[in-house]
């Protein structure tokens, strides 16, 4: 262990803690179980180089980490009002009511005249650059979170079984996060951390999980769902 340099260093408890609660609304039955995810002040070092977080069955720790004071592309949601051009569902409509064909051409074609462009607010994506301390300090926390998960709740035989509904058995491991434990605890992470965790790109290289691997977590787990 080594003492973090600069406070900019320091894992953000703040984002540790929201981490948590969140992931206890989502997964109440995480409120019953014992398990402290401890932020410590220091950076963890091995001759492979940093790691931000670690996990035992039951107990997750997060460090500071020289990656906290750097800064990360961060995407969110914002509302922004100007002239739109109608997207590709609506541009197939205009052409049908026109009695046009409809292709790839003339739907491009729809989309470029201005007339049919329209004044209107629309949610869109916007990335800014911010401190990465919260959102890694948010992600480690998510990631550690679920091994914990597994070690607590699934044996061997589960994790197979998953590796199993993910297409991943006996899949070539192309880096450290296409490990089975790694893919669980970042699914784990993908799936039900945060919209704060989740600003950090999913790591290992297959495919991202979605309702099916989350469906399966839950009722292994024995979660009720709303």
Request: hydrophobic fraction near 40%; proline fraction near 5%; charged fraction near 30%.
């Amino acid at each position: 262990m080594e003492r973090a340099e600069t406070e900019w260093e320091l894992a953000s408890v703040q984002a540790v803690a929201y981490e948590v609660y969140h992931l206890q609304s989502i997964l109440p039955v995480l409120k019953q179980k014992d398990w402290p995810v401890c932020v410590v002040q220091k950076r963890c070092l091995f001759p492979s180089g940093e790691i931000a977080g670690c996990a035992v069955p039951g107990a997750a720790f997060v460090f500071a980490s020289k990656a906290n004071g750097g800064v990360l592309w961060v995407v969110e949601e914002r509302d922004k009002t100007g002239w739109w051009s109608p997207d590709d569902a609506e541009a197939e409509r205009i052409l049908r009511r026109q009695g046009q064909d409809v292709n790839p051409e003339s739907v491009r074609a729809v989309q470029e005249e201005k007339r049919f462009r329209r004044w209107e607010t629309r949610r869109v994506k916007a990335a800014r650059t911010a401190l990465a301390s919260p959102y890694l300090s948010a992600y480690v926390a998510a990631h550690e979170v679920g091994h914990v998960v597994r070690f607590g709740f699934f044996s061997d035989s589960d994790l197979r079984e998953y590796l199993k509904l993910r297409g991943l058995e006996g899949a070539e491991r192309k880096s450290r996060f296409d490990d089975p434990e790694e893919i669980f605890a970042e699914d784990f992470r993908w799936l039900f951390g945060s919209k704060r965790a989740n600003q950090v790109e999913y790591r290992p290289s297959c495919p991202e999980p979605g309702d099916r691997e989350r469906v399966w977590i839950i009722e292994k787990i024995k979660i009720p769902r709303s």
